[in-house]
């Protein structure tokens, strides 16, 4: 039995009716534009007189304090430098070199933690694809909300532990709460972001500057600590159990995001579409589009429950996308925060409390998560260029050259490139705004742009499918800045 979902009149013409993103529209006149804007409500594949409304943006609220909560964890830890510092220098902010652990845990710890975070949420992204159709969104996202704030507990209760009796076993433990957490907030944000792909694509866009407030929030807080509180160990107590309550405020949100209306529609519609589906104009992504466009080829589709999602499939479609994914993240976390953090003001000798205590604070970690979510909520409204425009991969290689920028910064120490080129503390500052707003723009283009080329069943598959790749960057580019820290 085929089941057709379209919202066409019958008696109109065929030809009238023309491809869109997942969906079918009726243009005004024939000149059909090559690329269409991806942030209005998609005309769903089954009929729908009566959508209802999202309620005050209650869902698209919801969705950003999310993606606050998704890369909120990681980024608290990451901004805490001063912390670190001071526990692994025997929980002491002024040891002499010979009383320090050796300087490699130091020097290298935003590196070691890139890589701790890196690494093992490959293989939890990998997992989570394979369980999309097996595991329920519903308890992939509670299950690692609540190991987060377990873990982030673990952290809080370590910070007025007196470590400097076994500096090195508490650098390892970090290390694997690192890892434990990253693993967790993986499958958290590639499941949420697979939620999203089954709805309206502002959604996908809340999430994804959700996730740069995040990393605004950390350093916005971590500035404020810095500040107000005179013992490190108070401040960073203040600081990670802010990170524990945001917990526990995402955990509410999501247990009441079923119970709106709207989001109940989306999430039922794609339920249903799961099920039994008709192939829709350019939903067939076994074969590619032929130039009998008007065509229409009916054939049931199987469930696709429990069974693992089409991977070559979604690659045909989103591999572009996929690609330019990996590539900003792979340059930004070969940067950000192992090279950005180590640059220090060139007037450091004035000891003034500018270029002292607050320049990497301010000009690495603030200024950074803030060009990156004014990138990221740029996109609402402007989505240029589109999905299949070769300029979006081009403007993603040409990042590349913020690497030897930022390694002729100031950072410090340096071993092997003595020349410091950018010898003015403006430089840094102007570049990391360029690193951030770039990431911040063409990432969230390319994620939400994945789950819109794809149809409509397979939409939360394409979502966690963008994660995996973006999590391959973070991985990537996390082992390149250990080469890159060690080369300058």
Not at 150 to 177: E, G, H, N, Y
Not at 316 to 335: A, D, N, R
Request: charged share 15%; with cysteine.
């Amino acid at each position: 039995m085929v089941i057709i979902r379209m919202d066409v009149d019958l008696e109109d013409d065929e030809n009238d009716y023309h491809e869109s993103v997942n969906s079918l529209y009726k243009p005004a006149n024939t000149t059909v534009q090559e690329e269409d804007p991806l942030l209005e409500d998609p005309v769903q594949n089954r009929p729908a007189l009566n959508k209802p409304k999202d309620y005050l943006n209650g869902t698209y609220i919801i969705f950003f304090i999310l993606g606050t909560g998704s890369l909120l964890p990681l980024n608290f830890i990451i901004t805490a430098k001063h912390y670190w510092m001071y526990k692994l220098q025997n929980c002491s902010e002024d040891l002499s070199p010979a009383e320090q652990e050796p300087s490699d845990i130091r020097d290298f710890f935003e590196s070691y933690i890139s890589v701790a975070s890196s690494v093992p949420s490959v293989l939890c992204l990998i997992g989570n694809f394979l369980l999309v159709n097996k595991v329920s969104a519903h308890v992939r996202i509670l299950s690692s909300l609540v190991v987060i704030l377990t873990i982030l507990m673990v952290i809080t209760v370590l910070v007025k532990v007196d470590s400097s009796s076994w500096t090195r076993p508490f650098f390892v433990l970090t290390l694997a709460c690192v890892a434990v957490i990253s693993s967790a907030t993986t499958v958290f944000s590639s499941s949420i972001f697979g939620l999203t792909g089954c709805f309206p694509m502002q959604n996908s866009q809340a999430l994804i500057s959700g996730q740069a407030m995040g990393g605004t929030v950390s350093a916005v807080a971590s500035v404020v600590d810095l500040a107000s509180a005179s013992d490190v160990t108070d401040s960073a107590l203040a600081y990670f159990l802010m990170a524990d309550v945001f917990i526990v405020l995402c955990i509410g949100m999501y247990l009441i995001l079923p119970k709106l209306e709207y989001s109940r529609y989306y999430i039922k519609c794609h339920k249903d579409s799961t099920q039994t589906l008709c192939i829709l104009p350019g939903d067939n992504l076994e074969e590619d589009d032929t130039a009998a466009g008007n065509t229409r080829v009916m054939a049931p589709r199987t469930n696709r429950v429990g069974s693992m999602p089409p991977l070559g499939a979604i690659l045909k479609k989103t591999g572009m996308l996929g690609f330019c994914v990996f590539y900003v993240y792979f340059i930004s976390i070969i940067i950000f925060p192992a090279v950005s953090s180590g640059i220090e003001s060139v007037n450091e000798d004035y000891g003034s409390l500018w270029t002292k205590k607050y320049f990497t604070p301010l000009t690495s970690f603030l200024l950074y998560n803030f060009a990156d979510l004014c990138g990221r909520q740029i996109t609402v409204w402007i989505q240029v260029p589109g999905p299949k425009s070769k300029l979006l991969p081009i403007m993603v290689l040409l990042r590349t050259f913020f690497v030897p920028v930022f390694m002729l910064c100031n950072y410090q120490p340096r071993l092997y490139i003595a020349k410091v080129l950018f010898a003015q503390d403006v430089y840094p500052v102007v570049f990391t705004v360029l690193l951030g707003f770039s990431n911040g723009y063409l990432s969230t283009l390319s994620i939400i742009y994945g789950p819109k080329v794809t149809p409509k069943e397979l939409s939360e598959s394409a979502g966690v499918l963008m994660m995996v790749f973006l999590q391959l960057g973070l991985a990537m580019g996390a082992a390149f800045s250990v080469l890159v820290v060690h080369l300058i």
